[in-house]
């Protein structure tokens, strides 16, 4: 079968790679096209655009990007007429993802939508355009499949993809050598995958360095990133580990993230973190009276409580930063707290194979409908 997909950042190109691999051993007839990334593209994916061309962060960046968005909005809808799929497989992404579901599904061709637009967040009534417009959609987080029973539509859930890429992670035995870091405490900071986002978070992260002689900081690089953003880092002798997040986790003894998917991957990992989050002031200012959740991070919306403390826009500052990271290194309660909170959200989001679940069901749906 012909799969058109989309992924618009990083996140979504690794977990739409291993929903590629999982349909591809299922389906031996398979052929895939769209926008993604360097992950898609080693299971076979044709990149008609990488997601890395109109990555955007923030209303008031998204509105002067606008035309770039409009530009590969048309090239994408042009491909997809080209192509003819079978279907439409959709990953997050959910302002420009939305967009092409419409047009997919006005041109009749059936739409699957895997790991939804946070429609919950803000603007819920955008669950009655998702319905609308999306033939089967695949939930990631626990809480969604309630929530979009309020819209009376059966979500499937199923299970989170997390679960499954660190599953297959094995530990690099000689990465302290490798990368020539001491056996001091590592913490980790995470600042990001997008050049607007890391350049947002790295200023107050480095800051913090002094207060901490005893403490090594070490960054979680993105590959696809030009090195030259980290060089604020560098100049304060902050070490850059590119592509080996996992590997950073797995030795970290805490965290700083950006609010986002790292999130939950750090506390996959069990290591106790700070999230932090800063965007500009016109953004935070239009952001805080949409967004209609308690937290930020999936953490704490999962654990639907504060396992993990969240530092938004002028919390985000070096004295605040300081004192609770300090509060998480070392044997303090407050440590202990947010491992046990880490126990919860486990047992919410349940059981692996997400990736084999989802292309189970895509498949079957679509070779139902040909019989």
């Given at each position: ?10 996140s ?12 591809k ?56 007429l080209a ?15 939305m ?7 006005d041109?009749?061709?059936?739409v ?28 990631i ?26 599953k ?9 050598q ?8 590592i ?5 990001g ?16 360095i002094?207060?901490?002689p ?16 980290y ?73 639907e ?18 004192k ?20 919860l ?16 069901l ?10």
């Amino acid at each position: 079968m012909k799969y058109y997909v989309i992924a618009g950042e990083r996140s979504g190109d690794m977990h739409l790679s291993n929903l590629l691999h999982a349909l591809k051993q299922i389906d031996n007839k398979v052929d895939f096209r769209g926008m993604g990334g360097d992950y898609s593209k080693e299971e076979g994916l044709s990149v008609v655009a990488h997601y890395d061309e109109i990555a955007l962060m923030g209303f008031l960046e998204v509105l002067f990007g606008f035309r770039k968005v409009l530009k590969y909005l048309g090239l994408v809808k042009k491909d997809i007429l080209a192509y003819k799929p079978d279907a439409l497989v959709l990953v997050d992404y959910g302002g420009f993802n939305m967009k092409i579901a419409k047009f997919a599904h006005d041109q009749g061709i059936p739409v699957h939508y895997y790991i939804p637009p946070k429609v919950w967040a803000w603007n819920q009534k955008r669950a009655f355009k998702l319905k609308k417009y999306v033939d089967h959609l695949y939930s990631i987080l626990p809480f969604e499949p309630a929530f979009f029973k309020k819209f009376d539509w059966e979500v499937n859930y199923v299970g989170n993809p997390l679960l499954d890429e660190i599953k297959k992670f094995s530990p690099h035995d000689f990465f302290h050598q490798k990368h020539e870091i001491s056996y001091k405490p590592i913490v980790a900071l995470l600042p990001g995958s997008r050049k607007q986002e890391v350049e947002n978070m790295l200023e107050n992260m480095v800051k913090i360095i002094p207060d901490f002689p005893g403490v090594q900081f070490i960054i979680a690089g993105v590959n696809n990133l030009p090195q030259e953003v980290y060089d604020m880092a560098k100049d304060h002798g902050i070490k850059v580990v590119f592509g080996q997040t996992y590997d950073l986790l797995y030795y970290a003894n805490a965290a700083v993230v950006t609010s986002g998917t790292a999130t939950l991957e750090t506390a996959l990992f069990n290591v106790p973190q700070v999230v932090v989050y800063k965007t500009s002031s016109i953004s935070y200012a239009i952001a805080k009276r949409l967004i209609k959740v308690p937290f930020i991070s999936l953490v704490n919306l999962i654990a639907e409580k504060e396992v993990v403390k969240e530092l938004i826009q002028g919390e985000y500052n070096k004295e605040v930063l300081f004192k609770e990271l300090q509060g998480l290194l070392g044997g303090s309660r407050r440590k202990a707290a947010v491992l046990e909170g880490y126990k919860l959200v486990r047992e919410k989001i349940g059981e692996e194979k997400a990736s084999e679940k989802t292309a189970k069901l895509i498949y079957e749906t679509l070779a139902g409908s040909n019989i």
